[in-house]
């Protein structure tokens, strides 16, 4: 790494960074915990021991995910030391090691923190560090990449859809095959209202969870988050607020998580519920016949949904040399051989077609995740890197605002648009 990099990124990691990504994480974290011993007792190891640090600390040493990552340390001649962390707290460990020059040698983040870090001058590029990126859908390498460059590969990525309970379409006289739009969506709706059951629940909460499940509808509608406040973002928010006048999605909406929401739709009244592959789990338990559908865009086919997951990328070391070895962990565990077992074992679509067609092969029930995926969005492309969650919160205020009935769409989005435009500047 030029030395330029390295006083860049000791200048640059700042705590006031913490503030933007705080709560990135869309999918949930699990409680925090985690094995391996500290990057300084591995930087004392005279080279044959590589520090890794990743989101998953639900992963013991005896789970599929360590013993690859062990694996991928034999094959390169090394010994893993990894440690598991809760997703925001990783991300404030990340930016206090790369303050100390006590960095990982890989560092496993959620996409959306991917450019904080690269832009605070903790992260190599791919060009630095020699990662190889070409078989990457350029809709997911989007969200590891700030100021034209890349910064790692993503491990895999999951996104939302639209479960749908099949008796409760029935009943209501609706052919899932019709809906294909936002009138059509709405059509449904309102016939499983007359039916006596429920129309549709998803996660509107004032935070980045409400932000993340209002994005399909909002880029769906043809908007750019550059402007909260065109006629196609305001259409957006004005059809969930239809759909809370007209009782299709209950108030409760507001206040959703995503996992309440999915209580609500597990509970067997709800036709449709907003959520991720997550879930797929929890689905087949549910106790009843469940199909899923892409989010339809207003006029028709898939709505780009954000994309969740992580990207393993190589920080910035004083020891250059180290980089070799690094990229040697990191090809291994995104090769197109680990990728199907790292995939299936995080509940991800994979990052490459070789392998989403594997997973099809083996799971047909993953086509639709592997559609919706290939029409997602990272919540950072279009090059707004740390601007995202300045837009993204006056954004979720704006949902929130509409949704309560305390301004109209149209004063809630404009209202947003200035408070981002400010915070962007």
Known sequence: MRSAARSRRTAGVSLAVLAAVGGLAACGSSPSGGDGGSTSASKAAGGGTYTIWDPYPQYDKSSDWVKLLETCG???????????????????????????????????????????????????????????????????????????????????ANTLALYYNKEVLKKAGVDVASVKDWASLTAALEKVKASGKKGITFSAIGTEEGSFQFLPWFWGSGANLTKLDSPEGVSAVALWTDWLKKGYAPNSVINNTQTTSWQEFAGGDYAFAENGTWQLANAKKAGFDYGIIPIPGKDGGTAPAPTGGEFVSIPVQSDTARYATSQKLVTCLTSTDNSLTTTTTLSYIAPTEAVQAKQVAATPDLQVWVDAVKAAKGRTSDDLGTKYPKISEPMWGAVQAALSGSKSPQDAMAAAQSAAASATQ
Do not use: C, F, W
Not at 80 to 108: C, F, H, M, W
């Open 74 to 156: 034999t094959q390169a001649g090394v010994k893993v030391e990894r440690t598991g962390y809760d997703t925001s707290d990783l991300t404030n460990k990340a930016l206090l090691a790369a303050q100390q020059g006590n960095s990982p040698d890989v560092l496993i983040v959620d996409n959306p923190v991917v450019s904080t870090l690269a832009e605070a001058g903790v992260l190599t590029t791919t060009e630095e560090n020699k990662l190889d990126v070409s078989a990457i859908a350029p809709n997911l390498l989007a969200a590891g990449q700030s100021g034209g460059k890349t910064y790692g590969v993503p491990i895999g």
